[in-house]
């Protein structure tokens, strides 16, 4: 699937670039539930541990995951 998003060219968006945005997004689907943690891994090309590091980057905690995340991690 491609996106494709056109921002204005103001301060906030102007020092982020695709990698950023890219991984905001799957940081934002992880902590929204939609994606696991080792699914947000694999898409960005990254280790579990790598993932779960750049969390904080976006306000997010690793320790934030539903039952249904859990269980899926469980079953990896």
Not at 23 to 36: D, H, P, Q, R
Not at 68 to 73: C, L
Request: charged residues 30%.
């Amino acid at each position: 699937m491609r996106l494709s998003i056109e921002l204005p060219d103001i301060k906030p968006f102007s020092d982020m670039n695709d990698k950023f945005l890219k991984e905001m997004l799957i940081a934002t689907l992880y902590n929204v539930g939609k994606i696991s943690a080792n699914e947000a891994a694999k898409i960005l090309g990254k280790t579990r541990r790598e993932f779960e590091e750049l969390l904080p980057r976006f306000g997010f905690s690793i320790l934030n995951d539903s039952q249904e995340n859990i269980e899926i991690e469980l079953n990896a």
